[in-house]
């Protein structure tokens, strides 16, 4: 019988996420992720600026993460990715959050970055379910993920919202230090979708908001649009006509501005345009994309302790 990835007892050579660098977390180790044993969150709110099938208008129930697997140059959240913000809590706070977020009118659950805390969500996820959750659970990752992490996690996800990054293995390794972006991302994307499948496809309410499906996301970077594009025509080779999600809202942070070069500006209107029209020619029927000046605060909400749901346990 294949040993279960998502148990507390596998931190003590952590393998979670594809780089299984074997940290000793349940010794208070950090992994690459930054993370020991302990769950550590940095947000928890109503978020609007999701996808509108995951946002519609009451907002998505947003759970930020500390720390990151990737550790991605361009990162506009790096305090919380690399910079250990947030606060500990234990997994049934975790559960007591979830419920709260419904209570506020959530559509759903977004974990965003929860990679290297797969092992707690049964678990948290059950408690909360136990106590009158309700609502779908949204995994947002960045697509760098193991297929047995994904699988295990197959019966508890309702809707993945999965990025797809990079086409180029070379720019895995420049950008976000990974050897072996591509192929794992499209090992999980193809576990993603049969896990869809399996539980019986996309499915809706009245009103347009989804409680089952997929969505991959691609952000397109300046002076890359042709690694986009390829990204693009991978995840038609692997899922099919999936619905995507192109987005232009890429903006520098101090790091990028201060090295110059490529990812020190904005994408162009006609970089990003070169990049929809090939998923036109691909045929993706479900794509949502962005208007120009989509790049706002709202995109990137402030990390702070204040006024959110997160707080430290009694």
């Known amino acids: 019988m294949t040993r ?37 969150l940095a947000r928890a709110a109503l978020h609007f600026w999701e ?56 559509l759903n659950i977004n974990l965003v970055t929860a990679t290297h805390y797969a092992h707690l969500l049964p678990e948290a996820i059950a408690t909360a379910r136990a106590q009158g959750l309700a609502i779908p659970i949204v995994y947002n990752t960045s697509g760098y993920e193991r297929i047995d992490v994904v699988r295990e996690l197959g019966d508890l996800v309702d809707i993945w919202l999965t990025d797809f990054k990079y086409a180029d293995a070379g ?62 025509d991978a995840i038609w080779r692997v899922a099919g006509d999936v619905p995507i999600s192109v987005m232009n809202q890429y903006t520098p942070n101090a790091a990028m501005r201060a090295a110059g070069g490529d990812l020190a500006r904005a994408v162009t209107e006609d970089e990003y345009e070169l990049v929809l029209d090939h998923a036109d020619e691909l045929g993706f029927s479900q794509m949502f994309w962005q208007e120009g000046g989509a790049v706002d605060e709202s995109f990137t909400p402030p990390f702070d302790t204040t006024g959110v749901l997160v707080r430290a346990d009694a």
């Open 51 to 106: 996808e509108p099938p995951i946002s519609g208008e009451a907002g998505s129930g947003t759970v930020f993460f500390s720390g990151c697997p990737l550790k991605c140059v361009y990162c506009q959240n790096q305090e919380i990715s690399t910079g250990n913000f947030g606060i500990d809590v234990s997994p049934e706070r975790l559960a007591q959050i979830m419920l709260e977020l419904q209570d506020q009118g959530a």
């Open 171 to 232: 720019l895995g390794r420049a950008l976000s230090h990974v050897p072996d972006y591509p192929e794992v991302a499209e090992a999980a994307l193809a576990e993603m979708v049969a896990a869809v499948a399996r539980r019986g496809g996309q499915e809706a309410r009245a009103d347009g908001t989804w409680t089952r499906g997929i969505i991959v996301r691609h952000l397109v970077l300046p002076e890359h649009a042709d690694d986009s594009c390829r990204v693009l």
């Open 4 to 40: 279960s990835l998502l148990l507390p007892s596998t931190l003590s050579a952590c393998e979670l996420c594809p780089r299984r660098c074997r940290a000793d977390r349940a010794a208070g180790e950090r992994g690459v992720c930054g993370a020991t044993d302990t769950l550590r």
